[in-house]
């Protein structure tokens, strides 16, 4: 079992910048990949970004390449999302999902949200134009 609770979502303007942070406990010795997701109202739920949780590999979307950058420190045990250069399409609630990295070696597999077991509840990140 994984738990995730994220924390660090609020309001800013455009081409400002935020940070999120997720803490992460429970069992993560089975190799996991830990990412970021967002979800806009009336929208699916949209992979940002994620990173191996030993190695340190990213993976990233391509709207939020050069802007977000997704880090974790395994002696915190917590996973980050610094965001700058936001903009208004960025509006959405931001979650921490966890899955193992045997089911999600391709980059199809790795942004199927289905594929990841453990979730965050969101924080709502809103950006103003």
């Known amino acids: 079992q994984v738990q995730l609770v994220e924390s660090g979502g609020g309001l800013v303007q455009a081409g400002g910048s935020l940070s999120l942070s997720c803490a992460v406990s429970?069992?993560?010795?089975?190799?996991?990949?830990m990412a970021w997701f967002r979800q806009a109202p009336g929208e699916e739920r949209e992979f940002v970004a994620a990173?191996?949780?030993?190695?340190?590999?990213?993976h990233y979307i391509d709207s939020v390449k050069g802007r977000f950058t997704i880090a974790r420190d395994t002696a915190r045990s917590t996973v980050n999302l610094q965001m700058s250069s936001l903009k208004p399409e960025d509006t959405a609630v931001y979650y921490c999902?966890?899955?193992?990295?045997?089911?999600?070696?391709?980059?199809?597999?790795?942004?199927?949200?289905?594929?990841?077991?453990?979730w965050g509840q969101g924080t709502q990140v809103t950006v103003s134009s």
């Open positions: 429970g069992r993560t010795d089975g190799g996991y990949h």
């Open positions: 999902a966890a899955g193992l990295t045997i089911y999600l070696n391709t980059w199809r597999l790795m942004r199927d949200s289905s594929k990841y077991s453990y």
């Open positions: 990173i191996h949780w030993r190695g340190g590999t990213t």
